[in-house]
C-alpha cells in the first residue's frame, strides 16, 4: 500500500528498512539538480539537436534507474502533482517532493552558473526564431501529457527499474520534437533553475511551468480514462477504477 | 490461445481483466499516432540521418514496449494485415485495427499541421534527387520484408516487452538505408498522415503503401517458410507447421 | 552438449524440435547479408564517424539477439574459425557455415549493387589517405582479438541475448577506432561482399581478411590462456582446461 | 563476504573456481587498457561532443557488463582507492589493482602510439581556451562525485551487470558537459596512459588525477552519510552504518 513501491530496502544490502520519506524526499533533491545540472548543461552549451536529446533523455533513464526505486523519480513538480491528485501521496509527501525538488532545482542552477559564469543563459529553455507561443506551449502540452500518461501506465505493470529506459525514451521523443523550436522543458523545475541564476524570465515563460503541470493532469485524467474503459464491464466478480 | 499475449491484466495492478478489444483499438489508435507525430515530427525538420533514424526507431522501442503487451503492438497495416493472414485474428478484430490505426495516423497528421503550419511537407516520405522509384521501393520493400520477419519470428519465442528493442532496432537499420534516399516509411500509415494534412500527394506514392504491405505479406509468408524448413523431419512424435 | 545453446526451440511456440543445422546454416546466411545490407550499405553513403559505427553496432546487437540463439550468432569467418578451433564443431559445421556466410556476403554485396548502382564502392573498407598498411592491419587486428576475447568469455557466462547488447557495443568501439581510417570490416565478409559486387579488389585487401581471422584466433588464444590462469591451482576436486 | 561479488565461477561454465585475485587484477588491466585505448583513441581523432560521449560511455557499458562480474570493474584509481578506504579490500588487493591499472593504462597509451604516431595528442585531456583551471577541476570533481555515489549506491542493491548500463550513462553525462570544456577524463589513468605516450604534460594536469580521486572519496564519504540517514532511527532491531 506503500507509494513507491519500494525495492532497495532489505538488510542483506545494509538499507535495513524500507526507505524513509526524508531519504526520499534527499533523492528527489539530488535527482532534479541533476537532471538539471546535465540536462540543461549540455542546453547551453548550443549543441545540435540529437546532442541535446540524449543528454536529456539518458540523465532521465540513469536517475529513474537509481533513485526510482527510492523515491519514485519524479523530479517533476508536474509529475508530483499529478501523482498526488491520483491520492496515494500524504500532504507532507506532497509539500516535501515539491519543496526538496525546488531545492535541488536551484542548486542545479547555481553550478551551472559556477561552471559557466554570468553572460550565459544555463540553458534556460527559450522560444526559437518563428516559433509562436502557442506553438511552443502545444509543444510542452501535449509532450508532457503523452509522458505522464506513460508513466502511470507503464509503473503500473513494470517496476522502476523497467520503466526507466522507456520514460528516458520519451523524453528523448520530446525533445526530439521540441528542444530546436521552444527549448523543451517538459519540467516546471528544469525551467527555473537556469532561468533563476541566468536572469533570463521571459513574458512567456508560463508556457514551461502551466505547460508540463497541466500536460502531466491531463495524462493522469486520459490514464484514469484509460483504465475505466479497459476495467467496464469486467467479466469478473470486482469493478474497479 | 488469444492473440496477443496479454501480459498487462491482472488484479494486482488494477487492470482487471484482459486488455479488452476496445482497449486494444485504443492503443493501436495511440500508438500509430505517436509514431507519426514524434517520428514524422522530426523528420518535418529536415535533420541529418542519424537523428531522423534515431528518432523513428527509439519511439518503435517505447511505443512496443508499452502498448506492446496490451495490442501487440502493430501501428502499421503492413503488420495488421500479414498477422491476418496468419489466421489468430478474427474479422473484427482486423477491421478494428486497420481503422483505429488510420484514425491515429490522421491524428497524427493533424497534430504536426498545428504545430508546424501548412508550408511544411510534415516529413512526408519522398524520393531524394537521383533515387529512382524502383530503388526506392526496393528499399521498402526489402526493409520491411526483414522487419516482417524478425517480429514473427522473435515475438515467438519473446515477449513483447523483450522484442521492443531488437524490433526498435531493425527500424534504425532501416531507415539508416533509407531515409535519406526514399524517406522511409516502413508503414503506409506513416505515409498517409502526413501527406494528407500536407496536400504532398505524388505519383510514386504507392510505393509508400504496396512497398510496405507487400514486404510485411513476403516476410510472413518466408516465416512460414523457415518453420516448415525447421519444423520438416522433427524427430518427436508430432509434426506441424 | 549441443553447439551452441539452442533455446528457441520447444513445442509451445511451434519449433517442435532444436534447430536442426540446416536452419543454423539458413540463419547465417541470413544474418551475413543482413550485416552487409545495412553496416555496408550505410558506409557506402559515406556518413560520419558516430552514423556508420552506429549502424555496424546496432545491426550486430538485434542480429545476435533474434539469431544467436538459433545458430550462435557468427557471421564471420573469423569466428567460425575461432570455434573450430575450439573443437566443439564437427567438420560439416564447420564447412557449412563459412559456405552459408560466403553465400550471403555474396547476396548483400549484390543487393548494395542494385540499390547502389555500380559507380559506387558499395562500402568496401579501405585505407584513409595517410593511414599505413600496417596500421591499417593493427586496427583489424587488435580490434578482432578483443572482439574474439569477449565473445568467447562474456557467452560462457550468457546467453546468446544477453551477450547480444555488449559484442555490439565492442563493434561499436572498434568501428569508432577504425571506420574512419581503415574503413573497418573486423570481418572478411564484410569485406568480400562488396568488394566483388564493386569491383574494388586493392594490393592491401588481404589486411581484411588475414587481419579478422588471425585476431579472432588470437583472441581465443588468449582465452584459453585466460581460462588456465582462471583455473590453475583450483582448490575444488576438478581440474581441466 | 567476498569483495566484490563473483558471480562468473561455476564448473558449469569451466570456471572451476571463483575468480583468483591474479585474473581480477588481469581483467582490471585489460579493462583500464581498453577504456583508454577506445576512449582516449577517439579523442585523438577530434571527433564532435557527442561521438567522444559515447565512445567513453559505450565502453564503460561493456568492460562493466563483462569483466565488472570478475573484478568489480574498477578500472580508476578513484574507483579503487574509495573501495580501499570502503575497507572491504585487502592490502595486497589495494596494490595490486592500483599497480594492474596503471600498467594497463600504459600498455593503452602506447598502443594508441602506435596507432596514431608521436605527432598527436592521443586524446590527453587538456583544457578548452577560455576554461579556467578552477572550473576545469569543477568539472571533474563534481561528476566524479556523483560517478562515485552512484556506483555504491547502485552496485549496492544490483549485480555488477545490472550497474553497467546506468554507470555507463553517468559517463555518458559527465562527458557530455566535460569533453568540450575540459577533455574529461574523470580517471587519473585516461590522463596518465596518453600523457606518457604524448609527452603532453601540463601544469594544470593535477586537475585529471586530484580531482577524480577527491571526487570518488568525497561520493563515498556522501554515500556513507545517506546509508546512515537511511538506517537512522531504524524501526527494526539492528541498527547499522
Request: aromatic share 14%; net charge neutral.
Amino acid at each position: 500500500d506503500h507509494f513507491p513501491k519500494l525495492v532497495v530496502g532489505g538488510p542483506e544490502n545494509e538499507f535495513v528498512q524500507p526507505a524513509p520519506l526524508r531519504v526520499r524526499l534527499l533523492c528527489e533533491l539530488i535527482g532534479t539538480c541533476l537532471f538539471i545540472f546535465f540536462g540543461a548543461g549540455c542546453a547551453a552549451k548550443g549543441h545540435d539537436l540529437l546532442t541535446v536529446s540524449l543528454a536529456h533523455a539518458l540523465v532521465t533513464v540513469w536517475l529513474v534507474y537509481v533513485f526510482g526505486p527510492v523515491s519514485g523519480g519524479h523530479f517533476n513538480a508536474g509529475a508530483t502533482i499529478a501523482f498526488a491528485v491520483n491520492g496515494k501521496m500524504k500532504i507532507v509527501e506532497i509539500i516535501g517532493y515539491l519543496v526538496s525538488q525546488a531545492i535541488g532545482a536551484l542548486i542545479g542552477g547555481a553550478l551551472l552558473l559556477a561552471l559557466y559564469g554570468s553572460d550565459n543563459t544555463l540553458g534556460t529553455p527559450a522560444l526559437s526564431p518563428g516559433v509562436t507561443v502557442w506553438r511552443g506551449f502545444l509543444i510542452e502540452f501535449i509532450c508532457t501529457t503523452i509522458l505522464s500518461f506513460v508513466i502511470f501506465f507503464t509503473t503500473s505493470y513494470n517496476t522502476q527499474k523497467e520503466a526507466a529506459l522507456p520514460i528516458g525514451l520519451v523524453v528523448f521523443s520530446s525533445f526530439l520534437l521540441g528542444a530546436d523550436r521552444d527549448g523543451s522543458a517538459l519540467n516546471p523545475w528544469r525551467w527555473l533553475g537556469p532561468a533563476v541564476f541566468s536572469h533570463t524570465y521571459k513574458s512567456e515563460a508560463w508556457i514551461y511551468t502551466v505547460g508540463p503541470i497541466g500536460g502531466f493532469l491531463l495524462g493522469y485524467v486520459l490514464f484514469r480514462i484509460y483504465k475505466a474503459i479497459w476495467n467496464w464491464n469486467a467479466d469478473n466478480q470486482f469493478h474497479r477504477m
